[in-house]
Structure formats: C-alpha cells, structure tokens
C-alpha cells in the first residue's frame, strides 16, 4: 500500500470554490464514494471552518474530528475508514501539542502507514515534516518539531513578503534541511515519502 501526503500551501476549499487542488487530491481515490475527514484541530474546531468543509465536498462521505473527540477516544479505527485525512490551517504548535497529548499524532501515523492519504492546507500541510517556522499565538515566528513523516521543512504562503523573509532568514541556519517553499493555491504530492509532483493548477506554459 503505497503512502501518500498532499501538502497545500494555501487555497483549497478554505479559500475557494471548486478548488482544482481539491479536485487533484479527491482524484487519487480511485472510488466512486470518497470517505474524507476534516481535522480543524489547528484553528480550535472554528465552526464556519467545518461549514465550508462540508459545503465543498457535498458529493462525498465527509466527516470531521474535533478536539473533545481525541480526548475522549482513540480515534486510529476511525482514520483507518478514511480515504483521505484532510487537516486545516491555523496554528501549527498548537494542534501538534494537542496531537501528541491525546496521542492523535500516532492515529495518523497508523493510517498513514496503512495508506490513508493525508493532506492540508497552511499548518495542514507544515505538520507533516521535520521541523517547522511560523507564527504562534503572539504572532511571533517560532521553530518547532514536526511529525517527521517527511524530512525537511514546508514553508506555506511564500508569496507574502514577510513570511519569506522571516523563512529565508531561519532556513540559512540549517543548511542540511530540505526546503519547500510554496506560494499559494500550489502544493506538493508526495508518494513512499519522495516528491512527485509540484502540482500548480494556475501556471500556463
């Protein structure tokens, strides 16, 4: 079973409709009924957040996961229902403190492992690697740990000025790392752990 992560720099449904990043991911389900769950751990279960979810995948057997659930029960069976695992954006810290308090971390680990395709967008998408770079609570730019199901590092939102600059500056301190800096509305699709596709839905030749 082949193991797949899309990491979205940003767009998707949070950002728009019919969003051909979200119909490449939905494309690597060779079934006619997608089970997808959302995990909006990263911007505290926001609701209007979950509503968008449901409203972007109306034709596919969509669920989601919150905060209380993980506390409450162990929720590996569940994940190993799902197609996909599609997490949001918000801040990353604090969904991966979350994550490995409840254990969550190694739920996705397991249907990782057993071929569940993980995806997200923005801290969706910088959990997956080693190390990660951006703003916390205070707004202040702060290195922390990841899940290191891939090496190196995903810097999201490379278009805007000031997360480059704040990355650029932070990446020279790690030579060694591979680096993954996406601008939105692109992403990156990774199979067995190697990239084989920088999927760029708006760049014409």
């Known amino acids: 079973m082949k193991r797949q992560i899309f990491a979205i720099a940003g767009g998707g449904f949070s950002n728009e409709e019919?969003?051909?990043?979200?119909?490449?991911?939905?494309?690597?389900?060779?079934?006619?009924?997608?089970?997808?769950?959302?995990?909006?751990?990263?911007?505290?279960?926001?609701?209007?957040?979950?509503?968008?979810?449901?409203?972007?995948f109306p034709h596919e057997q969509a669920s989601h996961i919150t905060i209380e659930q993980m506390q409450q029960q162990d929720m590996t069976q569940f994940l190993l229902q799902q197609h996909i695992v599609y997490v949001g954006g918000g801040v990353t810290k604090n969904m991966l403190t979350i994550w490995q308090d409840t254990k969550f971390d190694k739920a996705l680990?397991?249907?990782?492992?057993?071929?569940v395709i993980l995806a997200g967008i923005s801290a969706g998408a910088m959990c997956?690697?080693?190390k990660g770079y951006s703003e916390t609570n205070g707004g202040k730019y702060e290195?922390?740990?990841?899940?290191s199901f891939l090496q190196g590092t995903f810097c999201p939102h490379y278009n805007d000025p000031k997360r480059k600059?704040?990355?650029?500056?932070?990446?020279?301190?790690?030579?060694?790392?591979?680096?993954?800096p996406?601008?939105?509305?692109?992403?990156?699709?990774?199979?067995?752990?190697q990239l084989v596709k920088h999927v760029k839905p708006f760049v014409t030749l």
């Open 18 to 56: 019919n969003s051909p990043l979200d119909q490449y991911l939905l494309a690597l389900v060779p079934k006619e009924t997608v089970n997808i769950c959302f995990i909006p751990t990263a911007s505290q279960d926001a609701a209007g957040y979950i509503e968008k979810f449901y409203k972007a």
């Open 109 to 115: 680990r397991t249907a990782y492992e057993a071929g």
């Open 128 to 130: 997956w690697f080693e």
């Open 143 to 147: 290195e922390y740990g990841c899940l």
């Open 165 to 180: 600059n704040e990355f650029d500056c932070w990446i020279e301190n790690y030579p060694e790392l591979k680096a993954y």
């Open 182 to 193: 996406i601008p939105d509305f692109e992403a990156l699709h990774f199979v067995d752990e």
